[in-house]
């Protein structure tokens, strides 16, 4: 009979880019303990999956403490970070970022205002606000949209949206976009799914945004503050029909509105570090709803970044039996 090693490790789940209890988009972390010199204590991915499975969230992180320690004053610790789908693993997830941060944080010990988790797409830097409890920036790339889809597959996409020639399909990153006009129609947008998940599987694609502007004269009804756009995530092919916040997504989002506002210069170079060339609200409309302030910033490299700011909710936590 073949042995076995269990082990119990801490797991929590939490609300990302929630404004309130049950908002937001929810999200499992999983501690799995320090690394320590090459040792990486990363179970097997197949094990990975079926926690993520298990947990049935759009997405489940598990973080490892790196043997890397931070100063002290600015980051308080390394971290080796990872998230799966119940689909499958992916390289890059906002809102269990958010979350994974929110959780290191409340460990005994973290008391200084930011961490840096290793991640399959870079480095991820998280500072907590010095204002508010629960509220977290995180920096990401920003992400350009194309014209490059070929057109029979922007055809299949708005088959899938029931939506007509004039709306805009573009690829953002990892996944395409589709422009609509008014809030509402992103409130009403119903896909089909089977047809999305066979499109998006065929072309690679990892999922579909819809966005749309927000004008002063039609602002979204019920909501106490202002917001500039809003949009929705569907990644049926994900084993996710809809994701309720995407913080990755705003990366692409962030830069294509600032763009049609006019808001970012095409030379940066004369832009002093720390600029902050545009700021915005959004809403994502999915039926938890999820709020997501977004800035694009000048890096001291000339480069231009995505800040997402999110607050966090405590759900649940406890314990897992880790088998392998």
């Known amino acids: 009979m073949e042995e076995t090693c269990v082990s119990r490790v801490k797991q929590f789940q939490v609300d990302a880019f929630a404004e309130g209890r049950y908002e937001g988009n929810?999200?499992?972390?999983?501690?799995?303990?320090?690394?320590?010199g090459a040792k990486s204590f990363w179970p097997s991915d197949d094990v990975l999956q079926?926690?993520?499975?298990?947990?049935?969230?759009?997405?489940?992180?598990?973080?490892?403490e790196d043997d890397k320690r931070g100063d002290g004053k600015t980051v308080t610790g390394y971290f080796l970070l990872r998230w799966f789908t119940p689909g499958g693993e992916v390289d890059l997830?906002?809102?269990?970022?958010?979350?994974?941060?929110?959780?290191v944080f409340s460990q005994p010990g973290m008391t200084a205002g930011s961490v840096c988790f290793k991640t399959k797409s870079g480095d991820l830097v998280v500072e907590r606000s010095s204002?508010?409890?629960?509220?977290?920036?995180?920096?990401?790339?920003?992400?350009?949209?194309?014209?490059?889809?070929?057109?029979?597959?922007?055809?299949?996409?708005?088959?899938?949206?029931?939506c007509g020639e004039d709306v805009k399909v573009l690829r953002g990153g990892p996944d395409v976009l589709l422009v609509r006009e008014t809030w509402r129609q992103i409130?009403?947008?119903?896909?089909?799914f089977g047809k999305l998940d066979a499109i998006l599987r065929k072309e690679g694609i990892r999922g579909a945004i819809v966005t749309a502007p927000v004008s002063p004269s039609d602002p979204v009804e019920g909501e106490r503050d202002a917001l500039d756009f809003v949009s929705?995530?569907?990644?049926?092919?994900?084993?996710?029909?809809?994701?309720p916040v995407t913080g990755s997504a705003h990366c692409c989002l962030a830069l294509y509105w600032a763009k049609e506002r006019k808001l970012v210069p095409e030379d940066l170079g004369s832009l002093a570090p720390g600029h902050v060339c545009a700021?915005?609200?959004?809403?994502?409309?999915?039926?938890?709803?999820?709020?997501v302030k977004i800035e694009l910033v000048v890096t001291p490299s000339g480069k231009l970044v995505t800040h997402l700011v999110g607050k966090v909710m405590n759900f649940l936590d406890g314990v897992i039996d880790l088998e392998e």
Do not use: W
């Open 93 to 103: 997830c906002g809102h269990a970022t958010l979350a994974s941060a929110h959780v």
């Open 232 to 243: 929705r995530f569907f990644a049926p092919n994900l084993g996710i029909n809809e994701d």
């Open 187 to 192: 409130e009403q947008t119903r896909p089909d």
């Open 50 to 64: 079926k926690i993520a499975v298990e947990n049935n969230l759009s997405e489940t992180a598990f973080v490892i």
């Open 279 to 291: 700021k915005f609200s959004a809403k994502q409309m999915s039926p938890r709803g999820g709020y």
């Open 26 to 36: 929810p999200a499992a972390v999983v501690l799995l303990g320090r690394r320590e």
């Open 131 to 162: 204002g508010e409890d629960s509220v977290y920036r995180m920096q990401f790339p920003v992400v350009c949209t194309t014209d490059t889809i070929a057109s029979d597959v922007q055809g299949l996409v708005r088959e899938a949206f029931s």
